[in-house]
Nanobody
Framework: QVQLVESGGGSVQAGGSLRLSCVAS????????MGWYRQAPGKQRELVAT???????NYADSLKGRFTISRDNAKNTVYLQMNSLKPEDTAVYYCKGTWWGSGDYWGQGTQVTVSS
């Protein structure tokens, strides 16, 4: 059974930084893509950033320049470095992995709270 476990969330003041991590386990295959999404209270889940196994990235336009996604394919781990955080970045951040032939799997989410 594939599992994705996020870590690194927490509370930070505006202008601060956090680094999220997500480890995929339960499969011998590497995901073809891993990424981050977020969901704020009362809002739909939205894309933050994704990265393919080959290194191609896709970011939400509004987050380019502040957030950086990276991954360690050997460890089936994806990271999200978040800088210059704003109160509007407050949300539950979810990790998603996509496997060839198996589809998408989601983590349980990690809370990020940015105070002004």
């Amino acid at each position: 059974q594939v599992q994705l476990v996020e870590s690194g969330g927490g509370s930070v003041q505006a202008g601060g930084s956090l680094r999220l991590s997500c480890v995929a386990s339960g499969t011998g295959a590497s995901p073809i893509a891993m990424g981050w999404y977020r969901q704020a209270p009362g809002k739909q889940r939205e894309l933050v950033a994704t990265m393919s196994v080959g290194g191609s990235t896709n970011y939400a336009d509004s987050l380019k320049g502040r957030f950086t996604i990276s991954r360690d394919n050997a460890k089936n781990t994806v990271y999200l470095q978040m800088n210059s955080l704003k109160p509007e970045d407050t949300a539950v951040y979810y990790c998603k992995g996509t496997w060839w032939g198996s589809g998408d799997y989601w983590g349980q989410g990690t809370q990020v709270t940015v105070s002004s």
